[in-house]
Every structure is written in C-alpha cells, then in structure tokens.
C-alpha cells in the first residue's frame, strides 16, 4: 500500500492552507462530503500556499496558456488534496480516486483540454501510484469559471469508513 502522506514529504509538496475567499463571497456548501465509502469533492480551483486565489487567470488560449493551465490544475490537485486531508485526518484513508471532471476556462473553438487537466492527473499518480491513483475523468472546455479561474474540478474517491 503507498504511504500517501510520506510522498508528499519525501517530494517536498507542501498542501495549501483552506481557501480564503473574496470579501463578499459564500459558499453555502461543503468543500469535502462524505457518504459511507464516498468523498464527494465540490469543484476547486487552482490556490496559492497561504489559500487565497492562484493565478494566472482567464481563458486557456487566449491569455493564459496550455502549460500555465497545466500548473493551475496541478494547483487544483493541491487544493483538493489539502482540503480531503483536513476532512479526513490522512490521506492514505483515500482507497481509490473514481473519477475527476475537470472544466477548463477556455476561449471557443479550443480543444487541448485533456492537456491542461494532465497536471491534476500527473499530480494524482505520482501521490498515490497507479493503482489507487488512476481515475476516469472527462476534461471539458467552459465559457467561464467563478473568480476567472483558468480551471475547476471536481472529483470522487473511495475512502477507507475506519
């Protein structure tokens, strides 16, 4: 079984602080629900270590570009993994990661979507190896995301219930 939690530390990763948000903004729901066996993750968006808004923002393609996309759901991984830690007490309770739905902030007519979400899926594999850490996932492009994020995602793992 990989030791989730010594990956982090033997790769230096640091998991950001909770998300602060912009004066003015609630959000009526949790980050992180948990049903029996199931973590069901609210869609996150890309934070800077402190937990305020990450950039760059705006659309993939059009100001923001494919690998800094790449770094902001790499963020996003980080975000979700800090915020599944803090609802669970460890990460290695997490048995399975099921599937991610990644929404990419993108200008028309863009397509390389699945590149962008491969730095939450490369961030993911390389926590949690293959086995536990390899998910479906659907990468689809949008018009726009809350506080101009370049990217949001949302996702569902299995959780060890002891």
């Known amino acids: 079984m990989i030791d989730a939690e010594q990956r982090l530390i033997d790769r230096n990763i640091i998991l950001p602080e909770p998300l602060k948000l912009p ?7 949790p980050w992180i629900n948990v049903r029996g066996d199931r973590a069901f993750i609210s869609g996150h968006g890309p934070q800077e270590s402190d937990g305020s808004p990450a950039g760059p923002f705006g ?3 059009e100001n923001v570009s494919v690998e800094e996309g790449y770094a902001s759901a790499r963020k996003v991984g980080l975000s979700i993994l800090g915020s ?8 290695n309770r997490i048995m399975g990661w099921c599937r991610v739905h ?3 902030n993108c200008k028309p ?3 390389d979507t699945p590149s962008v979400l491969n730095g939450f899926t490369d961030l993911i594999i390389d926590v ?3 086995e536990i ?16 994020f370049p990217i949001e995602i949302e ?5 060890s219930t002891v």
């Open 155 to 159: 996702a569902e793992v299995i959780v």
């Open 59 to 61: 659309a993939v393609g």
């Open 23 to 29: 004066v003015g903004m609630v959000l009526p729901f």
């Open 102 to 104: 990644g929404m990419i």
């Open 109 to 111: 007519g863009f397509s």
């Open 133 to 148: 850490g390899r998910h479906s996932r659907t990468a689809v492009g949008v018009a726009g995301l809350p506080i101009n």
């Open 128 to 130: 949690f190896g293959e």
């Open 84 to 91: 599944l830690k803090r609802e669970l007490g460890s990460l």
